[in-house]
Structure formats: C-alpha cells, structure tokens
C-alpha cells in the first residue's frame, strides 16, 4: 500500500507512517440521504474538492466520505422515501384540546336611570366558573389579580359558564363564550342582570381577558356540504353528469402510521471484493410493518380532597398543619400542607392504572407535618370500590377507620372536648373500562335470602355475657372477601373468619340469643352502597349496630356512617322501606305496617315456636387454645423490630430501642381489658412523660399476617424520623374467646427531655 492511508470516515489522508502491518478493525457508516440529485441517476460524479474535516480525530455524521478514487463520491437513492420521518413513541397517549386562561378584570353595575334610584344597587362579591354546573374557581374582590389556567377537551369548549354572586345571597348564571381560534389576552364583554334586595332588576358587565391556545390536534370533520342537491330521480338531468354521488358520513376508522424500519449499513472491508469493489453501494430499502396497539393507562379515578374536620392537634402547642396522603394499588399522591384542626384542601388528585392490580379500596392516610418530629400519623381511612359498577360518584364525610387508626395518638389530643371524631370531605369520581355486571335485582334478591338463612337459629357463646361482648366478637373476627358470602354463623365461628355480610348475620343471631329483637338492616353508607347493619328493639329502644367496628349508636348520633335504609331482614320475613324518607332517624321501623314496610316473601307466622327456640340457644363450645396458632407476641414483636431497624439502615439511620420504655408499655398494653369497657388513659404513661419527649401510637387489629402488619406499620412512616430518637415497640396478643385474639400493638418514639 502507499504511504498515505485512506481514512474511511474523514476522508483526509494521514501522514505516513512506518508500519510493518495494517490495522484492518472494523468501520461503521451510514449513507447519505440526497434529495437535491436527480432520481433517475444511481451514480453521479462530482468534480468539487474532497471534504476535508478541520479535526481529523472527529467523524462525519451524515455520510461516508472517502478518496476521491476508487469509490465514488456520494450514493444517491434512485427513488424518493419522502414520507419517511422520525419514529415518536409515546407511553401515553398525548391529550389533544385547549389551553384557557382566565382573568377577571373588572364586574361592574350600571347605574340605573333617575326615576329608578329608589332602590339599593346590589354589590358584587365574588365571580365563579362553573364547567357543566361544577364550580371551577371563584375570583373575590378586587379583581384583576389572579390568572387562572385550565385544559379542556375540544368537545368540552362549550360547558363553561359564568356566575355572578351578589352580597345579598342572588346569582345569575351566563354562559362563557371561547373563540374559535388561538388567540391572546382577548377582551370579552358579558351583560347579566340580577335582583337587587328590593327586587328591582339591574343588569351589569362582567369583563375579563381569554387567552386560548391549542394543544395537539383535533381530526378534521368531514363535510356534509355537496355540489348540488342529492335526488333519486333517474331521469334527473343531474344525474347524468359525472359527479359522484353523495354518500353518508362513513365512520372509518383510521389507520395508524406505519412504521418504516431503515436498514443500518455495516461496512467492513472484510466484505469488500474485486467484483463488487467498483459497483455502487445499493440504497437502503425500508422495510415497514403496522403499528402494534398497546393499551395504555387513562384516567379513570378522580379524587377531591375538600375539607376535614377535628384533626387531632399538638399537646405542647394546640397546632397542627394536616396533610392527606391518598393510596390506590402501588400509586401514592400527597396533598399540599394545610393549617389549624379545620383544614381546607381542595385539591383533586387523578389516578392513571393501565390495568386492575386487584386493589379494592381507596385509602387515605392523615398525617401532621411537625416541624421537628417530621410527619406523625393521624390516622387512616378507606373507602372501598364497588367492581360490580362501570361507574361511581361519591360525595362524602369520610371518618377515620377504628380498624386502621390509633386507639391512643402519643403528643396528640383531639380538638374539641368530648367524643369527637376526625372526618374528611371527600368527592370521588370512578370510570370502569368493560362492561361490568350490576348488582342490581336478581344480585339483590339472592343475597336477601342468603342472609336470611343465617338467621334461622339464634345462637349463645359461652363467655358472651353481654350485647357489647358480641359486637366485639364479631368484630374481631378477620375479614374474607365478598364473593365468599354470607357466610352462616356457625362456619363462621369454625374457621375464624367471616365475609361482611355474614358479619353482619353473625351479629343479629348473636342478640337474638339475648332475647332482642334483631334485623339485618342492608342500606347504603358513607363509604359504601350497599352496606349491612343490625338494628335491634328491646322496649321501645331501637339501636344500631356496625358489625365492622362493632359499635353501637343511636338513630340520631352523627357519628353512624349510615345513610339510607332499603330492606330489613330477619327470620321471618324480608321488607322493603316504602316511606317517603330512607334516612334512618326519620323511619318507623314496625314491619307490621304495611303501608311502611312491603314485605317481598311470604312472612313466616310461627313465632311462638321461634320464641320457644331462642329460649333455650344452641350453645357453641369453643376450644379455649388453637394449636394451630401460628405466631407469638415475641415473634412478632421480633420480627417487626428487625422490619423497622432494616428500612431505618436503608436510610442511613440507626436505631435504637429503649428497654426501659418496652417495659413501661408492656406492662401498660397488658393491663388493658379484653372488653374495652374503659378508654384507655395516656396518663398511665407518666414514667414516659416525664422522662421524654413521647410520639408515637397505640393500635388495636384483629388477626393479621406479619407480612400485612408490617405493611401498616410502614405505612406510618416512622421509620423516617430523624435525629437523637430511641424506639419502644411492644406487641400484645390477647385471646378473646375460643380461637378469636386481637393484638395491641405499641410504637414510641422517643426524645430525651435534658
């Protein structure tokens, strides 16, 4: 070879060297794509200088460039790829409408003329935008200080209205015209009228500022509009003509963009040979395939977080700042930090899944935002989706869950005296893709009659001395899923558990053993629409009973997640609520009635033998120790403590617990009693108090796995706590009867006071 060596990537030729063999490694380049050369030409000659690269370490980009001889200059394509652009994946779908911004500017009433003054003008206090009735935002007095941004579909251009609020309570709606192109700060004039407090009518303008651009594109309609018009006629001169005929709008669907895959050129001079070394390199030919379709995730959960009150606030301060964090499946959202045991939210959270993760329920978790302790757990709420439902709209006060809250908050009391409880204002909307089965009519009537099955027997457990002792029975025992029931009573018992519906059946037989009368009220909730209760009479005394939670109100106590009342169930029969009212304190519950109660199965009339059954009960012996229990409070508490001092290490913390603080709290969790007839008192803590700085909670569940308990405790988010803290876990399993156990679980944190 000669002394100047040909560079397959710059094309300049290097100095020579003195080599005794060649470097023959492999080069990579990608040909030139030319659309200014004639089409008809595959090879063209170029007389112009070779390029020549200012720095020769560098490569070009866009071509193979080499020698001006042997190979030719540049490869030409002998036909056009045109149509050929840049793949442009997307792992969603891109939202395709309008960017609107808002400004009110200026709301003012005109004067009115000489002979009406009579009358006191109205005042303008606030202006609102409403999207399909729904209240957007309100803009308050003085104006043209905030710019609000909304994005909105193209079909949904035509919602928006707006409102005008006077002081004296009177409103007028108007509808919000948008342009009908992109435009900035356009300048519209609305009129309204509105009643003065006289009754005299004043009409005013409402001036604001629309920016409006748009985001995508929307697909072109197609025309309706034709050259003449149609007709049927055969001897129609029309028809002779050469035009085609009008045809219908045909919905096609349109086809998604193939995908061009452009083969890669390797060059190698390995492949290189005396035949083809002077041919033309061929231009690349694309191979296309379709677009494969992938299902991507949408929004299909809306959840509002408006309000909530009796948020438990700091012993040392009498200040909280509330934060709600909103779980469903793996997918966590956080609202922003809000102020005082009242705090206002009113933030709207969108959940996109690509598919069900089998996830049932919607949770909401309170936390405190300290400023030196960090985020403390308040508490925790669910609200269950009901899968049988394309869709679900739910507009709620939502209290925090006994099941998943603290019994006792340490550095924490609640805001008012007296039994408060916490609730949040929720507004949750749910769109199911599919055709999901409706539990409606014959849904319905099938688990009437299976829990009507379940009340045949009334049943007494040995150790159930009182009403309050079944409730707490029932309560505890762990949950199965839906489909399962209703489970019958004595299975239940047998195996441990029980489904909701069940529980439910379980609780009415267990208060018929003790002479009440007691019916399976099924209606809807705060958190559910169908959902089961007990209510029980004895005297005149009507008393409902949630077998979830197992407690007891009555018809007028705020604090029962009951809403409306459609069917009652005992053993003798099955009614329907035919009253004008379905709320609970305004019903009157004699099934005797039938212009109040309809019955919809024929109703048994053998009650004296019924009464001769629930005298003597069928009693239940429960085998006092399960054999097959299988974890101790040491090894749970054990393992939890390895569970906590592991996500601690993975933050670069260390952990410390505190044997002095474990004792004082077990011999604290030990001495609560297995009824619960007394609130558990802080004040027996006073050794901690007095000693630290103490956070941290108490909590009280039913059977559970370690997996699903440390779950919650994660959840907690105690093991982010910061600084010189020490630790106090303490886990308590108390047998309630027979096979049925609930576990105290006690977490400190603690803070040396010195």
Sequence with gaps: MSSSDIDFITGSARGSQDKTEEDFSLCYAYPVIDDNQKTSEVLTTSKRTVRVSDNKNTSVEDGLYVSENPFTDKIVKPYRLDNVKSLDYESQPRFRGKLVEIAVRDVRIHAPREEDRSGTIPEIVSVSLLFKRKLIFTANGPYNRKLYKLFMRNSECHNLSIQVHARHGVSSVLPLPLPQRSVRDHKVEIDFAISGSSGRIYDGTVVCTISLSTDGSSEPEESNAHLYRSSNDPNDPQNSLSLSRPHAPSSRESKPPAIVVT??????????????????????????????????????????????????????????????????????HTTAAAEGPAPIWQQTIHFELPRQNGESCVKFRLYDQHPV???????????????????????RWVALSPLFSPVLSFGYVQASPGRSHTRIYVLMKMEQPGNAKSLEANAIDTLL?????????????????????????????????????????????????????????????????????????????????????????????????????????????????????????????????????????????????????RPLVSVATSVSSRSAQTSEPTVIQIPEEDAQEKESASEMEQYLRDKLSGWRSALGLTTIFNRHAVNVLRSFVSDIPSDMTRQVDKRDLKQLYRAYHTHGFLLNLRQTTLDELAEQIAATKVHNITGPVEFALVCHVQRYIGKTCSIWLALAILRSRG
């Excluded at 690349?284 to 309000?307: D, I």
């Excluded at 925790?380 to 869709?391: D, T």
């Excluded at 009342?565 to 019903?587: C, F, K, Y």
């Design 449 to 597: 009659k299976g829990i009507q099955r379940c009340l045949a027997t009334p049943y007494k457990i040995t150790g159930v001395e009182t009403p309050d002792d079944a409730a707490r029975l029932t309560m505890l025992l762990p949950s199965l899923p839906m489909h399962y029931g209703p489970v019958p009573p004595r299975q239940a018992l047998n195996v441990n558990k029980v489904d909701h519906y069940g529980r439910a059946a379980l609780l009415a037989t267990l208060l018929q053993g003790f002479g009440l009368q007691s019916y399976v009220l099924l209606g809807s909730s705060q958190i559910s629409r169908w959902t089961a209760f007990v209510l029980s009479t004895e005297k005149n005394d009507i008393v409902l009973w949630d077998p979830e939670i197992g407690d007891r109100y009555k018809l007028s106590d705020s604090r029962c997640s009951l809403m409306k009342v459609s069917r009652l169930i005992n053993h003798s029969g099955i009614w329907e609520n035919m009253q004008r009212s379905i709320l609970p304190h305004n019903l009157r519950y004699n099934v005797t009635m039938s212009k109040d109660w």
């Design 263 to 332: 083969e890669q050129s390797a060059f190698s001079l390995l492949d290189v040979s005396l035949k083809n070394l002077f041919q033309a390199s061929r231009p690349l030919r694309p191979s296309s395939s379709t677009r494969r379709h992938h299902t991507t995730g949408r929004t299909f959960l809306a959840v509002t977080v408006l309000r909530g009150v009796e948020v438990p606030v700091r012993e040392e301060s009498a200040l909280v700042t509330p934060l709600l964090e909103v779980e469903w499946g793996n997918v966590v």
């Design 373 to 395: 302790w960090g985020q403390q757990w308040l508490g925790e709420a669910r609200i269950p989706l009901e899968s049988h439902r394309n869709y679900q709209e739910l507009e």
